[in-house]
């Protein structure tokens, strides 16, 4: 098929695309400044079907945010609370076990669980989390703690990181999300989250959770103070571990929300950069085998038409959805599976329930 490109520099990547070789910063540079959106969609798409065809991966998840309480104070997060703020809270594991039990009979196959840096809960309480869990939902996969968790609960259980994953790995904890990373570059941390892991620490806790055999998903929160050189480098970061490890699964370009943080006098993302973001993550993460539009981030309607624009996966019910709800976050926090299947559909695209590592649970007729 011939494509009609706008912007003739596009013409000469869609050679690159094809031949599929890796692109380079500049390249990456080339896709965040064109003009010609529906260009860069078209050569995200010839990926996207080389890698996938019409399949649309969609999962029956139930997130858990634990605890709102946080010692950093990112100035992007509106989630993250000190412990005197009213709205501060930390569910008991029975208050978790009972959530989670509502959905005993729903076939969810996965728990996702995310939460603050908790000054006082002891390790202890996050091995009897996904323990618990695991005890009484064994068939669900428990993917639990950003890379900056994981960091700091290795310093509250007083181990190096590797025992400490390996742990929470016997407890039952079956990979890891992708949060945290936000943007790699320094000058970008030292604005928005000079606390934070920084971008080395996050890139070295995914290489040890590969080493101990789990897989991983990465994020790039983009829309903020960030360049187009900055998120270049963020990707071609991420795929150079990729290289090395081949333990990440999924990438999810995260839309910047600004409402009450303390970047609020920044404007929300747009919907041409939400679709650029997604197909300029699937072309140079040639390496990842998913990229996925969280619909919660940037509306469902986004999420759908981005399956044309390279990614092959709108996570899934979700159910409960603190961090982006406490910025301004105006979708709803659940999806009936079958409404997501529905829109995969009316996409031309196949729905297909999977499970965290991508295995099918269920088939839809169409
Ligand atoms: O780590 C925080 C980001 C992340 C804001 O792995 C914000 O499948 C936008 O990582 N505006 C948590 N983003 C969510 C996350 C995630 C979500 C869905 C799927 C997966 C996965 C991972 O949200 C945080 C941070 O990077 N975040 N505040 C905000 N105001």
């Known amino acids: 098929m011939l494509f009609d490109f706008e912007d003739t520099n596009l013409k000469i990547l869609e050679e690159k695309v094809r031949s599929e070789e890796s692109l380079s910063f500049d390249d990456g540079v080339t896709l965040w400044n064109s003009f010609d959106l529906l260009g860069v969609g078209y050569l995200a798409n010839i990926v996207r079907e080389r890698m996938h065809s019409s399949d649309t991966y969609f999962i029956h998840n139930r997130h858990i945010n634990h605890t709102n309480i946080c010692v950093n104070s990112c100035q992007f997060c509106a989630f993250g609370v ?55 939902f064994p068939d669900v996969h428990i993917q639990a703690f950003t890379a900056v968790e994981l960091e700091y609960l290795a310093g509250i259980a007083k181990m190096p990181l590797k025992d400490t994953l390996i742990e929470l790995r016997d407890a039952g904890l079956g990979s890891i999300p992708g949060g945290g990373a936000e943007i790699f570059a320094k000058r970008v941390r030292k604005k928005i989250c000079s606390e934070k892991t920084n971008a080395q620490d996050w890139l070295d806790v995914h290489e040890t959770v590969h080493s101990v055999g789990m897989k991983s998903n990465a994020t790039m929160l983009y829309g903020h103070v960030e360049n187009a050189d900055e998120r270049t480098d963020h990707l071609i970061r991420l795929r150079e571990l990729q290289n090395k490890t081949n333990g990440f699964l999924t990438f999810i370009p995260l839309a910047f929300h600004p409402e009450n ?82 829109m995969i559909v009316e996409a031309g695209r196949m729905p297909i329930e999977r499970d965290t590592l991508y295995e099918q649970t269920h088939k839809y007729m169409v």
């Open 261 to 342: 943080t303390n970047l609020s006098f920044l404007q929300g993302t747009s919907g041409q950069l939400d679709l650029r973001a997604l197909a300029v993550s699937r072309l140079m993460l040639d390496n990842f085998p998913h990229v996925k539009a969280f619909w919660i981030m940037i509306t469902p309607q986004i999420a759908q038409v981005s399956l044309s624009f390279g990614t092959n996966d709108m996570d899934g019910t979700v159910v409960e959805e603190k961090i982006i709800h406490a910025a301004g976050g105006a979708t709803g926090q659940i999806f009936h599976k079958n409404v997501i299947a529905d």
């Open 82 to 136: 000190n412990e005197d703020n009213p709205s501060a809270y930390t569910k008991s594991l029975d208050e978790i076990f009972s959530d989670a039990e509502k959905y005993k009979n729903g076939r969810v196959s996965e728990f996702h669980i995310v939460g603050g840096l908790h000054p006082d809960l002891p390790f202890q309480y996050y091995l009897d989390m996904i323990s618990g869990l695991k005890e009484r």
